[in-house]
């Protein structure tokens, strides 16, 4: 196989990797964008703020939560398709990151800007922690997600949602 590297100061970096990270900085850029300059972004986020308003105002919130969810499975489906090819393929191979997805979800609710920050705390923290032990990686996303829910849940999402204050 083939394999094209970029040098990077004093490594050298598989060219495949940067590509995946640059499709991520994309997609990211592109859902924000999306999300903020859209008539359909707009009623995405009027509707995670408050559903009954929207309902009022005669718009399917049903449809829009779904129209949503096929957003989410698209996205998905390319970063499975970009991963792939870096790892090998087996069923459970999803297993692997759902405690890590999980953490993130919970970092960034109803916050574009606390997911992006929480995607790449965990992902830090995990690569880093892999390095040292690989068995307590799931353990200390697990802790760094707690320490950061007591101590200080408005970093990831702007707003206090209880905890320690």
Same mark, same amino acid.
């Given at each position: 196989?083939i394999?094209?590297?970029?040098?990077?100061?004093?490594i050298?970096?598989?060219?495949?990797?940067?590509?995946?990270?640059?499709?991520?900085g994309?997609?990211?850029?592109?859902?924000?964008?999306?999300?903020?300059?859209?008539?359909?972004?707009?009623?995405?986020?009027? $509707?995670?703020?408050?559903?009954?308003? #929207?309902? /009022? +105002?005669?718009?399917? *919130?049903?449809?829009?939560? &779904?129209?949503?969810f096929?957003?989410?499975?698209?996205?998905?489906?390319?970063?499975g398709?970009?991963?792939?090819?870096?790892?090998?393929?087996?069923?459970?191979?999803?297993?692997?990151?759902?405690?890590?997805?999980?953490?993130?979800?919970?970092?960034?609710?109803?916050?574009?800007?606390?997911?992006?920050? $929480?995607?790449?705390?965990?992902?830090? #923290?995990? /690569? +880093?922690?892999?390095? *040292?032990?690989?068995?307590? &990686?799931?353990?200390?996303?697990?802790?760094?997600?707690?320490?950061?829910?007591i101590?200080?849940?408005?970093?990831?999402?702007?707003?206090?949602?209880?905890?320690?204050?």
């Open positions: 196989a394999d094209f590297s970029v040098p990077l100061g004093v050298q970096y598989p060219a495949y990797q940067l590509f995946v990270v640059l499709l991520a994309i997609v990211a850029l592109s859902v924000w964008l999306f999300l903020q300059y859209t008539d359909l972004g707009i009623i995405i986020r009027a $509707a995670t703020e408050n559903r009954d308003m #929207v309902k /009022a +105002l005669g718009i399917n *919130v049903d449809r829009v939560y &779904t129209l949503v096929a957003i989410g499975v698209g996205i998905a489906g390319i970063a398709a970009a991963h792939a090819p870096m790892i090998s393929l087996f069923p459970e191979m999803g297993v692997n990151i759902i405690i890590q997805s999980f953490v993130v979800v919970i970092g960034g609710l109803n916050n574009f800007r606390g997911s992006v920050v $929480a995607g790449i705390l965990v992902g830090e #923290v995990s /690569a +880093l922690t892999y390095l *040292v032990s690989p068995a307590l &990686t799931d353990i200390v996303i697990f802790i760094l997600m707690v320490v950061v829910l101590i200080r849940p408005q970093v990831l999402s702007g707003i206090a949602t209880g905890g320690v204050e």
